[in-house]
């Protein structure tokens, strides 16, 4: 089996990469991987360094919307898995033409390839945020998308391009979403990485608004084995959800957070909260546990306590990837965003 992997040198990418080859998700041992990454600030070959030895492994850099080497790249392979994106909503706040260019026209540019080429299966990995904003109960798969910020409105539109394809013609497209994330190489600029990487070094940390934004977290590798599970079970033209059902505030989030670093609230700073800022995010996971048997096995605790450990362990991995100056008299959530490594 053969797999195009796009976005593989980033946070998710590089987890589902590194699992798929240690083989602990359900490619058979034979399994091989093209990784097809632009190394945007975002991506990381250092992600990939525990594999980077393994012959099964191919790493192109390049861009999912040049359509010349998109296409030449998908000979050969059984199936895509695509998670490249650009995926910082503060970012598509602070500028959001390259959320349009490589979510959705990298995504139509992907899909028009592997439609051409015949590709079995096109698992596209997206997020709950496309659903806006929920106040109780949880979103279902057939939930009508109302995306808030310009990342949410370009995942939604990559995800019913996705879903299009199946509908117009036949393609074999999955689409995948799932709630927040977290883990080992995650980019210092999400909460928890962005939080846990200043409060080692004993800086402040951005807590936005009033700090009761409630988001579900899912450990990385969980999502990974479910987008797995998907790949190889999930049925053509449907959408699975994928999340962890452990539902936190943020100004708890930020509590366990201090906790863990051994710091206190005098290392918070409260922001202005972000510009159209979801109060809550849930999903419904009933169909992907009742028709893939997908459950989550990382206990938040545990997957926290070990992020947190392996922040500390791993310096040598973040800090090049901080070059941001401390924030100014009027602190704002971006005066935290590093500004991450320089070009390769
Ligand atoms: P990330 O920002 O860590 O990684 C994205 C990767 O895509 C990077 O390696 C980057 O270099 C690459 N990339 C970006 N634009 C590209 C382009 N035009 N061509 C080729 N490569 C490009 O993101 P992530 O957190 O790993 O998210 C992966 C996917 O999962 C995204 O599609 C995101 O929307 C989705 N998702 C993320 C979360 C989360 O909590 N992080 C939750 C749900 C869904």
Not at 126 to 141: C, H, L, N, P, Q
Not at 222 to 244: F, P, Q, S, T, W
């Amino acid at each position: 089996m053969r797999i195009l992997v796009t976005g593989g040198a980033g946070f998710i990418g590089s987890q589902f990469v590194r699992a798929t080859l240690a083989g602990t998700l359900l490619s058979p041992p034979d399994v091989r991987v093209t990784v097809l990454d632009k190394l945007t600030y975002a991506g990381n070959l250092a992600n990939l360094s525990p594999v980077s030895g393994d012959p099964r492994l191919t790493f192109v850099r390049g861009d999912i919307t040049d359509a010349c080497l998109v296409d030449s790249l998908m000979t050969g392979h059984d199936a895509v898995v695509h998670f490249a994106a650009e995926s910082h909503v503060d970012r598509s706040l602070v500028g959001a033409r390259d959320f349009v260019v490589s979510n959705v026209l990298g995504t139509q540019t992907l899909l028009d390839a592997a439609r051409r080429h015949r590709i079995g299966r096109f698992v596209h990995v997206s997020t709950d945020e496309v659903y806006g904003s929920i106040e109780r109960g949880a979103w279902r798969e057939d939930t009508p998308l109302a995306p808030n910020s310009p990342y949410a409105a370009s995942k939604a539109g990559s995800d019913l391009l996705a879903l299009a394809q199946h509908r117009s013609h036949g393609m074999d497209v999955v689409v995948t979403r799932c709630s927040n994330n977290y883990g080992r190489y995650h980019f210092p600029e999400k909460m928890i990485p962005l939080f846990v990487t200043r409060l080692l070094r004993g800086r402040t940390v951005p807590l936005y608004g009033d700090g009761g934004n409630v988001r579900d977290w899912l450990h990385v590798s969980d999502h990974c084995v479910g987008v797995d599970l998907v790949l190889h079970h999930g049925r053509a033209g449907e959408v699975y959800h994928i999340g962890g059902g452990v539902e936190l505030a943020n100004k708890e989030l930020t509590g366990l957070l201090l906790d863990a670093c051994g710091a206190g609230w005098q290392n918070v700073v409260h922001v202005p909260d972000r510009k159209g800022h979801d109060r809550r995010y849930a999903l419904d996971i009933t169909k992907i546990q009742e028709e893939l048997g997908y459950r989550p096995a990382v206990s938040f605790t545990d997957g926290l306590a070990d992020t947190v450990r392996w922040y500390r362990d791993h310096p040598g991995w973040w800090e090049p990837l901080l070059e941001r100056a401390e924030p100014g008299d009027e602190p704002r959530r971006e005066d935290f965003l590093p500004s991450g490594p320089p070009a390769p």
